[in-house]
């Protein structure tokens, strides 16, 4: 494709008002959780604000997105699984989910970006591309193939560069404490092989400490931006059903069930609360390697008629279920995220976290309780004292507070219209690169 066509497309601002955009990602859900649901947050929320938008990513998503995303259908296109993918992907299977990042993921990322990149050159012709947008992986390590496209890419946002808190080693699994800093000294080295991120238009970051990740040869634009977002359709406050007792205090904790999350931390300082607060309980959402232990855990505490276990729960149900509960604990070491907490804030569900990652990020000027991280102990005690201090007409404070802060900076619409606005500028700026100007 001629390069000059794309940029002059889009400079002539008469022809149409927002730049055609490409989302290309490897995996895109609404339902399995993490990243892979920010793909689908940025397509649909640029569809809602009338940006011609399509989305690339791989053919295991196809049929969950046309089952939900039906009227997108024509504008998701999907590259189709390899034989090789399937077996590097069950040999990474074991694997801790830092390593395999690393490893096996790496590989089988390498190899969806090989096909999407060949489809991309076609769909920027036949579709006239404006520009390419790669919001996952999300970690600023990772490699991209996504260059020589002919028309701008911007990649991101990224959130990463974490490392762990001082008294948390014995979460830390023995072998990502040898295998993730190796592993990070290579990455430089493979973004200089692959170099889709040196020569990206603009990289998108979460924070300054994601910023930091950043190879010191990249000459392009560094913008902040937060990965994470809320949609307000699906985390509001619907109210407390009347069946519920307000003697009552009743803690939630979402998420993985990782040794790093703390669900461990938050069921033992619940035990504590338990003793001066008869009536208190705890639910658990969420599923993971630790839900064996979590019970046993449990039943040796005695708490075992006083928390539930939901394991894995849809958006919607989540959402319910939170909006049912005090306060959210949510003691985790190495959470670069934690859009849990974000969705806890939309709802005005008060949150007690480790001031560390994104809690720390996204609590800094209120909306919840932030903890010093530490050992297990002292942080137990921390969250036993702060949940205990927390009167209703203080939870109702926080909460408001945090349900502003969501409204002003958080919420996808408002991401989306800053990214069609990072896109125009980028499409100007490429545009003014290669001598097209405005006609």
């Not at 993490?34 to 053919?59: C, D, K, N, T, Y």
């Amino acid at each position: 494709m001629d390069t000059s066509k794309s940029a002059l497309g889009f400079s002539r601002s008469e022809k149409r008002s927002h730049p055609r955009v490409l989302i290309i990602a490897e995996n895109a859900s609404l339902s399995v959780g993490g990243e892979a649901i920010l793909p689908v947050q940025w397509f649909v929320g640029l569809a809602r604000e009338g940006v011609e938008a399509h989305l690339l990513v791989h053919s295991r998503c196809k049929a969950e997105l046309i089952c939900e995303l039906p009227q997108f259908r024509g504008r998701m296109h999907f590259v189709p699984e390899t034989i090789l993918q399937t077996i590097v992907w069950k040999l990474g299977a074991r694997l801790s989910p830092h390593v395999r990042d690393f490893t096996s993921g790496w590989v089988v990322h390498l190899i969806s970006q090989f096909m999407q990149r060949r489809a991309a050159r076609d769909m920027i012709a036949k579709l006239s591309i404006d520009i390419v947008h790669q919001p996952t992986p999300v970690s600023p390590r990772l490699p991209s193939m996504l260059h020589g496209l002919s028309v701008p890419v911007i990649i991101g946002p990224m959130n990463g560069n974490m490392t762990y808190p001082p008294g948390s080693a014995s979460v830390r699994p023995i072998i990502e404490r040898i295998f993730v800093p190796v592993a990070r000294c290579f990455s430089g080295v493979a973004n200089r092989v692959i170099p889709g991120k040196l020569r990206a238009e603009m990289l998108l970051v979460a924070n300054e400490r994601t910023k930091q990740a950043i190879s010191q040869s990249y000459r392009g634009s560094v913008e902040v931006i937060c990965e994470n977002g809320v949609d307000p359709q699906v985390w509001r406050m619907s109210g407390r059903p009347s069946t519920h007792d307000v003697n009552r205090l009743r803690l939630v904790f979402v998420g993985r069930l990782e040794r790093w999350k703390g669900p461990s931390i938050a069921l033992q300082a619940f035990g504590e609360i338990k003793k001066q607060r008869p009536q208190a309980e705890l639910w658990i959402i969420g599923d993971g390697p630790e839900m064996r232990r979590l019970k046993n855990e449990a039943k040796t505490l005695g708490l075992i008629d006083a928390v539930n276990f939901f394991g894995w729960v849809s958006r919607e149900q989540c959402s319910q279920m939170m909006s049912q509960s005090d306060i959210m604990v949510f003691p985790s070491v190495h959470d670069c995220g934690g859009a849990v907490v974000l969705e806890a804030m939309a709802m005005g569900l008060p949150v007690v976290a480790v001031n560390w990652g994104g809690p720390g990020d996204y609590l800094s000027e209120g909306g919840g309780i932030l903890i010093n991280p530490s050992n297990r102990e002292r942080m137990v005690s921390e969250i036993v004292e702060v949940i205990l201090g927390l009167t209703p007409a203080k939870r109702r404070e926080l909460g408001a507070v945090a349900q502003q802060i969501i409204i002003e900076r958080y919420t996808w619409p408002t991401k989306v219209r800053k990214i069609v606005d990072v896109y125009r500028s980028v499409c100007e700026g490429y545009a003014q690169s290669l001598g097209i100007g405005k006609t």
